[in-house]
């Protein structure tokens, strides 16, 4: 296993396109001078990036209870934003 591929470039893979439009709906808001929907939807792209993150960075068994409850409320903030918003 390579540390690069595995500590710099899936990471980076899969964070980037996260942050991206994280940045692009805080652009959105700020251009159009609204809070609602662009704010609700940075929000799920941040918590998307930071279960993804903290994922990639600890080994399944350093995994606590904290993360399933993360990850289960991120997920499901996206299913609803999608299914209901977007």
């Known amino acids: 296993e390579s540390?690069?591929?595995h500590g710099i470039v899936l990471p980076l893979v899969a964070i980037l396109p996260l942050w991206m439009r994280f940045l692009q709906t805080l652009r959105q808001a700020y251009d159009t001078g609204k809070r609602w929907p662009y704010l609700g939807n940075?929000?799920?792209y941040l918590t998307a990036?930071?279960?993804v993150l903290y994922g990639m960075t600890h080994a399944a068994g350093e995994r606590g209870t904290w993360w399933i409850i993360s990850f289960t409320a991120a997920t499901l903030y996206q299913i609803v934003w999608d299914s209901r918003i977007d």
Request: proline share 0%; net charge positive.
């Open 42 to 44: 940075a929000f799920k």
């Open 49 to 51: 990036g930071l279960v």
């Open 3 to 5: 540390s690069l591929l």
